[in-house]
């Protein structure tokens, strides 16, 4: 399995990186809030439509894009990657259709991660609802425009 830069997952990630810096200045700036992201939703998507190693890659720069974004938060972010591989591999194998069961099973590991790293409060459940509601929002919009 070797990862496999078409130009389709080039301009798709490309997309999704862009995005979510945007949607990372507009949560911090704006709405002052932490969960905005599409540290789900581009690997998972990634793995449906590209493949494993592809949506591994992708989930790698966002993380790192991401953590540097928040860096009070970024020892629970970066600790995330397992969530990030379960999803990728999850699209993979289940594809669009698995969007919820993968979803549940992301935040279960996120949750069980940072409960390991001492921060589960009100800050964490916060996120909960704003990575829902981003994610949700995400998957719905894809379904329509595709």
């Known amino acids: 399995m070797a990862l496999n830069l078409t130009q ?10 862009v995005m979510n810096f945007l949607l990372d200045l507009f949560s911090k700036k ?3 809030i932490d969960g905005t992201d599409f540290l789900f ?4 998507l990634a793995g449906t439509k590209f493949g494993i190693i592809e949506g591994l890659t992708l989930a790698a720069i966002i993380l790192v894009i991401h953590s540097l974004m928040h860096l009070k938060i970024a020892r ?13 591999f999850f699209g993979y194998l289940f ?3 698995g969007f919820w069961i993968t979803l549940v099973a992301y935040y279960f590991i996120s949750t069980i991660i940072t409960w390991l790293l001492g921060g589960l409060g009100s ?8 990575n829902s509601i981003t994610n949700i ?3 719905f919009v894809y379904q329509v425009l595709t």
């Open 95 to 97: 594809g669009l259709e």
């Open 30 to 32: 704006i709405l002052h």
């Open 123 to 130: 800050g964490y459940f916060v996120f909960l609802l704003t």
């Open 137 to 139: 929002v995400a998957f």
């Open 8 to 17: 389709d997952f080039l301009i798709f990630s490309a997309v999704f990186i």
């Open 76 to 88: 629970f972010i970066l600790v995330s990657f397992p969530a990030q591989i379960l999803a990728v």
């Open 41 to 44: 939703f581009a690997p998972w």
